[in-house]
């Protein structure tokens, strides 16, 4: 059986804590940083690459400053340096949270979003889902089609990050269920199984990790509200 953690993160950090975030950050994610023209944005930027230096870094036993990351053939960041291969992650976040995930025997992908008004449900669904889920989705009362395309967006992009090749896999050339039915894929180009899970990670924000194992034990934690002390 393949195993899998998903840590959640909360970003709200405070100036200090911030700091500490900043401190383990290498060259070119301080560059990426610098270009966010709002300041919240960039805050969250720094904070959910330190809480992932920190989670790979206790993973690994080394210093979250000394992580090394490339991209691979795909553009997927992965390990560079004596922890290559070691590993796959996958990072997301959205609004005040970040879900990050950890699997060493196969690929994964996270997706988290903060739920929030979207009148346009229906024509992004038509644009982009599967004839199926767009069937689905549009048979629900208008008043859960918002709630259910959230779940429906993360499920399909966490199968996308874990897949790994971007837009090169476009969204309707696979389905998934519809919440509130366990995730799982209804129908899928190419060979080999898969394990979806939906995660609770708060009020108003929905959460999918996929892992391509179709046995993967999915374990889920979170970080402290305190989490960037471990940074110094």
């Known amino acids: 059986m393949s195993a899998a953690d998903?840590?959640?993160?909360?970003?709200?950090?405070?100036?200090?804590?911030?700091?500490?975030?900043?401190?383990?950050?290498?060259?070119?994610?301080?560059?990426?940083?610098?270009?966010?023209?709002?300041?919240?944005?960039?805050?969250?930027?720094?904070?959910?690459?330190?809480?992932?230096?920190?989670?790979?870094?206790?993973?690994l036993d080394c210093d979250p400053a000394e992580i090394r990351f490339a991209a691979g053939a795909d553009g997927k960041?992965?390990?560079?340096?004596?922890?290559?291969?070691?590993?796959?992650?996958?990072?997301?976040?959205?609004?005040?949270?970040?879900?990050?995930?950890?699997?060493?025997?196969?690929?994964?992908?996270?997706?988290?979003?903060?739920?929030?008004?979207?009148?346009d449900a229906g024509q992004i669904a038509r644009t982009h889902f599967a004839a199926d889920e767009v069937a689905t989705l549009m048979a629900l009362p208008p008043d859960a089609i918002e709630g259910v395309f959230y779940g429906l967006w993360t499920r399909k992009e966490?199968?996308?990050?874990?897949?790994?090749?971007?837009l090169s896999l476009p969204l309707d050339r696979f389905s998934v269920t519809l919440p509130p039915a366990p995730p799982?894929?209804?129908?899928?180009?190419?060979?080999?199984?898969?394990?979806?899970?939906?995660?609770?990670?708060?009020?108003?924000?929905?959460?999918?990790?996929?892992?391509r194992s179709s046995d993967a034990k999915v374990t889920s934690h979170r970080l402290p509200a305190d989490w960037p002390k471990d940074l110094g």
């Open 6 to 59: 998903v840590w959640i993160v909360d970003l709200a950090v405070s100036p200090d804590q911030l700091d500490l975030c900043w401190t383990v950050l290498d060259r070119p994610e301080r560059d990426r940083a610098d270009r966010f023209l709002r300041p919240v944005d960039r805050a969250r930027y720094v904070a959910s690459h330190a809480a992932l230096r920190r989670i790979l870094a206790e993973t």
């Open 77 to 119: 960041p992965e390990l560079a340096g004596s922890a290559r291969g070691a590993l796959s992650f996958n990072l997301s976040h959205s609004g005040a949270r970040a879900l990050i995930g950890l699997a060493p025997a196969a690929a994964i992908g996270v997706d988290v979003e903060l739920v929030r008004p979207i009148p």
């Open 158 to 166: 966490a199968v996308v990050k874990a897949h790994g090749t971007g």
């Open 184 to 211: 799982r894929l209804l129908r899928w180009p190419g060979a080999g199984g898969w394990t979806l899970a939906e995660l609770d990670v708060g009020p108003d924000y929905a959460a999918t990790v996929a892992v």
